[in-house]
């Protein structure tokens, strides 16, 4: 069995793709079908090579008779190797009802926690899975027809984390001929002749049509276009690291913004990628979406103004002049209080700023600075009340020093203020004359002079 040329392009497999170190613990996954069963063989060939420390790991779904007579079988051919045995038994249906889920995911689920489990438990580095060719053709065409993009065109990848699939390169007709040579016997499950799931109608009905009627080799042409895809993905992956670096301005576990400037000059399937990337770190696992989303996400980049696109997962993708954020956050920020200012100089909490103000006499000499925190103005222009608050209708600034004004609502939009936050930004008002758009500019009109008499003089500081 050592020489059978099946262990000779299995081994030649693993060394070219890096999938076993010498030393390395490794936890297999064995249902007694053909596959598994071969993985075990595979392994036990390499061990005093490599110096492997082997554990077989056999779940029982309790949804077959035959269940019991296929754990019992496995447990044999590891007792024949002197491999260690695990069982882990499980109500697949019961789970499968309670999660909410199929059987299929259901029986995933279990199987990686059973492997995670023992992996744990004995020390062991990697888990070894026996997906083959096939299988990766099926997923191809299975994820072709769902629309999920270049990544589940790859489909099953040769390793993933801990995770290696040793027999990827193998159809299922060679693993079966690879055993019949051996003389070593599988379990079959019934379940998988029938078209009851959507895999075995592709694996019962398209794949043997594509073979039979189109191209006999058309599974190792899909397993070759799927190395090909995982080569140019994870080159794109490369440039989308380095993407992501230089346009992400800011990122939180809740929002990641993006410089949009910088966006637009690259190429628009790297700037889906990056998008997508955003969407993986705020909800890691997310299947639902889609390329449409993605290309939603993308047409906010030539929209003036503050656009918004909301996507599954309650992530909201908003586009705000020079920044495109994705978010899980409540957008609208808590507008301020109105509160009326007194000056005696006494510091008033108001919405996470501190508000101070004064009046004095004008005297020559006075330094008026530069600093964006304090501004001065002329108190005997201000003929009512003065309020720190939000914006309303009907507030105007006054932008030229002959007296012309504007709409606050038209000076936001012009200075490029986002939408969803002109509720927050605090502004200091007399009526509906704006004084100050706090972090922005004052007001024309109300600037000290040569004939002021009076100065009001007004500090606002954001608490960190």
């Not at 090909?228 to 346009?247: H, I, M, P, V």
């Not at 190429?267 to 993986?280: F, T």
Request: aromatic residues 8%; hydrophobic residues 40%.
């Amino acid at each position: 069995m050592k020489t059978d040329v099946f262990l000779t392009q299995a081994d030649k497999f693993i060394e070219d793709k890096n999938l076993i170190t010498r030393g390395d613990g490794i936890v297999m996954g064995v249902s007694g079908g053909a596959d598994s069963v071969a993985l075990l063989l595979l392994l036990d060939a390499l061990k005093l090579k490599y110096n492997l420390s082997l554990y077989v790991v056999h779940v029982h779904h309790g949804l077959r008779a035959e269940a019991d007579a296929e754990a019992e079988y496995v447990r044999s051919l590891c007792e024949e190797r002197n491999i260690p045995f695990f069982l882990k038994k499980a109500d697949i249906k019961a789970l499968s009802k309670e999660l909410k889920i199929g059987t299929e995911d259901a029986g995933r689920k279990v199987r990686y926690e059973a492997f995670d489990e023992v992996l744990r438990q004995v020390g062991a580095h990697k888990i070894a899975v026996a997906h083959n060719c096939n299988d990766r053709a099926e997923t191809m065409l299975f994820n072709l027809a769902r629309g999920t993009g270049i990544k589940g065109l790859v489909s099953i990848p040769e390793k993933r984390d801990n995770i290696i699939r040793p027999l990827l390169f193998a159809t299922r007709a060679q693993i079966e001929e690879f055993l019949g040579r051996a003389g070593i016997k599988y379990c079959t499950d019934a379940s998988n002749l029938t078209d009851d799931y959507a895999r075995n109608r592709i694996r019962n009905n398209i794949i043997p049509a594509l073979e039979e009627g189109i191209n006999s080799g058309a599974v190792l042409h899909m397993f070759e276009t799927a190395e090909q895809l995982s080569g140019l993905y994870a080159f794109a992956g490369k440039c989308c690291d380095e993407a992501f670096t230089e346009t992400v301005v800011s990122e939180s576990p809740t929002q990641i913004s993006f410089d949009k400037e910088k966006l637009l000059t690259m190429d628009e399937y790297l700037q889906s990628m990056l998008i997508k990337r955003a969407i993986d770190r705020l909800v890691p696992g997310n299947r639902d979406i889609t390329h449409t989303h993605l290309q939603d996400v993308q047409g906010l980049l030539s929209k003036e103004g503050t656009r918004t696109v909301n996507l599954p997962y309650g992530i909201t993708a908003v586009s705000s002049y020079t920044v495109l954020s994705l978010t899980t956050e409540d957008r609208v920020a808590d507008a301020f209080p109105t509160v009326r200012i007194v000056t005696d100089n006494v510091p008033v909490k108001v919405s996470g700023y501190t508000v101070a103000a004064e009046v004095f006499d004008a005297y020559e000499g006075l330094d008026y600075g530069k600093n964006e925190c304090t501004k001065y103005f002329d108190y005997d222009k201000i003929k009512d009340v003065l309020l720190f608050r939000k914006r309303e209708t009907g507030d105007l600034i006054s932008v030229t020093s002959s007296g012309g004004s504007k709409k606050l609502k038209d000076f936001m939009i012009d200075v490029k203020i986002p939408a969803d936050i002109r509720d927050s930004v605090p502004i200091l008002a007399s009526g509906n004359d704006v004084l100050w758009v706090v972090g922005y500019r004052m007001s024309e009109s109300y600037k000290v002079t040569d004939e002021t008499k009076r100065i009001l003089k007004v500090t606002v500081l954001k608490e960190d």
